[in-house]
């Protein structure tokens, strides 16, 4: 597996998840991702970034386009210094079901994507990596 | 295992015309290069030799996974595609590669003459480098092939399960066969666009060739129902014998206010009244 | 500051959503929407999505959003247009919009709107 191009991006304000969106959507077409795949992608990026901006104070989304074989893949990593998740199961569900605000949907995000990884710690801030291969 | 020496390097680099030569003829002889073109052939040949030269003086041993032969490794990948899509098979592939053995120990055999023993050491190194290479080729190819039939079975899928139109707005999907995730996803997005090109207010999705019902298939076809609601349109499902029927109570599905018909007239007529038509006989 | 136009026809409210809208827009729309149907009395509203080829969690949080808020203030929301990729994610996602009506288009969205107004 080799990493064809990769890029970093930071998530600091409002513009910049929609930037996001638009850099994965740009990066999606160039692996040359089905349309429903793409969709899937982008609006996983969407969650995920929204909630780097918003509870995790801000942080930055690193992207790779990755060559395996005959595949292609997507792969982006969003990451904050922010408090880290300390309720894994909690921040999974969705956060207008918890009622308490507190879910971050990530359960929803996992769906979207084919391989999704999450490293978190109270204290030590959180770290998001999802895939798709076409 | 000795390295190759510098002479056997500089053999090859003298003679580079006369080993593409001979390289040229046997593939052409061998009809490994029937449907290339020329042009194509002298370049790959040219090119995978140049490759194979700077490489060995680069020291980069007979290990074709190290770092040093990157440019190796995807020169003979992209000629494993362009073969793949020309329809030839891994032999002919790998005989690209191998075809230069021959070649080259004649022309050690000239070089090295005097030395057997040296002759013996430098035929072996040289071949089992072709031959590391034939194999990653071949390893390529196989990966290229199966990419190929991937795609294939993805558009026998979209073909095996085509969305018909019974009426102006009515739309029916005769489902087939077992409903396992990937299948239901192809044809879920095939409907849906189905939907939206024609604007059909109803979609008859029809499972009388569906043989058992379970969770996994029940949830695949509400999520189906779901999104064609989400898009402003209604489902009916048709074909639902008394076994499934029977299992879905069991299993306690919830279908969530999904109409199911018995077959697909009585799922047509239904779909017809909820349009506002309704047919008479001519007098 | 950017804002997401909205008609006024007859007793009806329409928006095309065309941007890509970042989370503050959103919020606005679903103000300014909230107070025309106020100062209009509309009795619907309909939201034209056939030009958004993503909707989020958040949008789809502002569209639930919207059809709350109109109800109580006695008018009907009607979502048009969604893109089939759309509504594979968004059922995906988990996001079925409970409570908000659908419709292929802003043709039959209308109608529709028009009947259900009628029949009151």
Known sequence: MTVRSSGTQPINIEQDVVLARQTARK????????????????????????????????????????????KVGLRLTFRDEGPGIADIKLAMTDGWTSGSGM???????????EEFELDTEPGKGTRITITRWT | MAALQNSTLDAMKNKQAQLLGEWINGLQTSGASRNLKDHDLQQQTSEFLQLIVSGLENDNGNNVNAPGWEETRQFLEKLSHSRAQLGQDSQQTASFIFALKGPLFSLLQNHYREQPALLAEQLWEVSELLDAFGLHTIRTFQKSREAVIKRQQEELLELSTPVVKLWDGVLALPMIGTLDSQRTQVVMESLLQRIVDTGSEIAIIDITGVPTVDTLVAQHLLKTVTAIRLMGADCIISGVRPQIAQTIVHLGLDLQGVVTKANLADALKLALTRLGISLGKAV | MERI?????????????????????????????????STTSARGVLIDISALDMVDSFIGRMISTISGLSKIMDAETMLVGMQPAVAITLVELGLTLPGVSTALNVERGMKLLQERVNRQ
């Open chain 1, 103 to 113: 879910g971050l949907g990530l359960t929803g995000a996992k769906r979207l994507v």
């Open chain 3, 5 to 37: 136009p909205i008609l006024q026809m007859g007793k009806f409210l329409l928006v095309t959503i065309q941007v890509d809208m970042h989370d503050q827009l959103a919020l606005t729309l679903q103000d300014d929407l909230s107070e025309r149907i």
């Open chain 1, 27 to 70: 990066l999606a077409t160039e692996c040359g991702m089905r349309l429903i795949d793409l969709t899937k992608m982008v609006t996983a990026v969407s969650e995920l970034a929204r909630n780097t901006m918003v509870y995790g104070g801000g942080g930055d989304m690193d992207w790779q386009i990755l060559d395996e074989d005959h």
